[in-house]
């Protein structure tokens, strides 16, 4: 069991810098911090999806599987939302049609046009059928265009069999053909007669069988000859087509490059909404489209997925803001959804507190718990946070505070069943499911709806210190106390691996892509190929050996960031392994911090009470630097 290191407020030292081979960042704050990154409300925040490189091999389907096959509930919501009229879900159709056939998938663009019903494939039908059509009038293959005209082409059918019928009899005419010009006025003009563009015109038609030249009947007096007769009438044929296109169309132009357009304004939004801007902004594409089909190579550095909203990355220097409230020491904390707006915080005076980090305030307090503390977490969507306690209880929570009601938030559920002290627990990807783990050896996972277990994992035999989902959310992460880290299927409920490298106590575990970070109470963070299963590097120069619960974690794909018994934020660059940042702030120990990658805003969290939180300053001594 931990011993409680209680402290009192004192004023933060001087953050220290420290800072090798890494080359000079490109990036600077925002003018008007506070103002250009206020969030939207939670329900209104966009779910990332899950990455799928981050999970160990071995697993089997998870619960959230059937996602695939049928939309979750926000997905609904949304596609029932007015913002997807009917209009705007064809122009979506539309715009993914037009990037498909500009990347070469002729044939799922075909597919799409059948499932989507955007008749686009009886569209290219009756274009090429008209193609085939202009050409056999220009040869004058006359039984060729019989063939094609013997299904519909165009609205008015029978006018454009008149025109073609004219343009046969008036060649017979000319190459004096008078029994074959005779026939076909007989069998095929007369019963078009009604369609004629004149009132004389047919009764000129009839004139020309007595007549020595094409040019003798008024109506056609400015008859040009059999070639541009017919070119005419492919001409004609030609816009009849395009006419009626438009207007069953409705004339739909679809600008060039429509979809890396609207990409790049939804980057250029997100940079707009960022603490800090990058002074080279980052491309959807290496080239940039001009009007007229033409392409130019840009500068811009490409992003590496579209799966995360974008978020630049500086290492943190600087004090930003001292949080205080809690009565105890402040075992653990989170942000609430992706804005880095909100950050809940759980301490040993049983209280959660809820905090705007923009303005360092409390905003809520939460009561409900018997005993300290020891994790919280936030789901994705950001409307729910949990809790466990050494009361033995998790507990999930709507947390915000509404005006019109006057409520403080409340407790929604209080996940039971635990035989002891609950240590730590995780939202599932999806929402819908918790793992916690604690005391009693035992990983339960929960149903958050109904609030009961589905599953005990069992296996380790020491306390459960720390659990995690892997991204996909099909395996759950732990580590004991027992110096192992155990992956479970969440269907079978099978052990399928066992990392047994560490030497001390296990005291976190963390994931970032193919990456898993373990902390443990030798002095050392250990980095691991999730893939292979295999320890890539050993972090140290913190101290974690008391009986703290001194966490690790990632605060960027490339940046890991610890707590320490001496009082002191850590931080190393993953791939050198070597310290990159120390933040000397808190008195007591310092148990781990969170990160919010869309404000590059650092929050750590310790024995005095407090919580604090970091961000880049400019005019802070030592050259700060990006990691690669």
């Not at 015109?201 to 009947?217: G, I, N, P, Q, R």
Request: proline share 5%; glycine share 8%.
């Amino acid at each position: 069991m931990e011993m409680d290191e209680g402290g009192g407020e004192s004023t933060p030292r001087a953050s220290k810098a420290t800072l090798p081979h890494l080359q000079t960042h490109q990036l600077h704050p925002h003018p008007h911090r506070a103002e250009a990154f206020a969030a939207p409300p939670p329900s209104l925040q966009p779910t990332p999806a899950p990455s799928a490189s981050g999970s160990a091999h071995g697993g089997s389907a998870s619960h959230s599987r059937q996602s695939t096959t049928a939309p979750s509930k926000r997905s609904q919501e949304l596609l029932d939302s007015p913002i997807f009229k009917p209009q705007i879900k064809e122009d979506i159709l539309r715009i993914i049609e037009q990037f498909l056939g500009d990347e070469g998938f002729a044939a799922t663009k075909l597919v799409l046009h059948d499932e989507a019903n955007l008749k686009g494939k009886e569209r290219d039908d009756r274009v090429n059928e008209g193609k085939k059509l202009k050409r056999a009038i220009l040869d004058g293959d006359w039984s060729e265009v019989d063939q094609i005209l013997s299904k519909p082409l165009v609205r008015t059918q029978k006018a454009l069999l008149y025109s073609v019928y004219k343009q046969q009899f008036l060649e017979h005419i000319e190459y004096r053909e008078l029994q074959k010009a005779f026939t076909l006025l007989n069998k095929r003009l007369k019963p078009l007669e009604r369609f004629q563009p004149t009132r004389t015109e047919f009764a000129d038609l009839c004139y020309l069988l007595s007549a020595k030249t094409v040019h003798d009947a008024p109506s056609f007096k400015n008859w040009e000859g059999v070639t541009a007769a017919r070119e005419k009438l492919a001409d004609t044929f030609g816009e009849m087509i395009e006419g009626e296109r438009e207007e069953r169309e409705g004339h739909v132009f679809v600008p060039a490059g429509r979809l890396v357009t609207l990409l790049e304004q939804a980057v250029s939004y997100q940079i707009s909404r960022s603490r800090y801007k990058p002074t080279n902004p980052p491309a959807i594409s290496s080239f940039v489209f001009f009007p007229h089909q033409h392409y130019r190579k840009t500068d811009s550095p490409g992003l590496n997925s579209l799966l995360q909203d974008y978020a630049p990355f500086v290492v943190p220097n600087a004090l930003r803001s001292t949080l205080s409230g809690h009565t105890a020491n402040v075992k653990c904390a989170r942000f609430i959804g992706s804005s880095g707006r909100h950050l809940v915080s759980g301490s040993s005076d049983n209280t959660l507190r809820i905090w705007d980090s923009l303005r360092g305030t409390c905003i809520n307090t939460l009561h409900g718990h018997t005993s300290r503390i020891w994790d919280v977490d936030a789901n994705v969507r950001g409307d729910r946070v949990l809790s466990t306690s050494a009361d033995r209880s998790v507990k999930i929570w709507d947390w915000r505070r509404r005006e019109e009601d006057e409520t403080q938030g409340r407790e929604i559920k209080s996940l039971e069943g635990n035989g002891g002290d609950v240590y730590a627990a995780r939202w599932h990807p999806m929402g819908n499911l918790i793992a916690s783990g604690g005391y009693d050896k035992i990983v339960r996972l929960f149903d958050v709806e109904s609030g009961s277990i589905l599953k005990t994992f069992t296996g380790h035999s020491l306390s459960v210190s720390s659990v995690m989902f892997n991204p996909l959310g099909n395996l759950i992460v732990s580590g004991s106390k027992d110096g192992h880290i155990r992956f479970w299927d969440t269907v079978s409920g099978l052990n399928i691996r066992t990392l047994s490298a560490q030497v001390g106590e296990v005291t976190s575990v963390d994931m970032s892509d193919v990456y898993l970070l373990t902390s443990s109470r030798d002095n050392s963070i250990r980095l691991w190929d999730v893939r292979m299963l295999r320890p890539l590097r050993r972090y140290k120069a913190h101290s974690n050996t008391s009986q703290n619960f001194v966490r690790a974690s990632f605060a960027h794909s490339s940046l890991v960031v610890s707590g320490s018994d001496d009082g002191i934020l850590y931080m190393w660059d993953r791939e050198s392994s070597e310290v990159v940042q120390t933040l000397d702030g808190h008195d007591g120990v310092v148990y781990g911090a969170a990160w919010n990658a869309q404000q590059s805003l650092l929050a750590s969290y310790g024995s005095d009470n407090k919580i604090r939180t970091w961000e880049f300053e400019d005019d802070v001594a030592g050259d700060v630097a990006s990691p690669r």
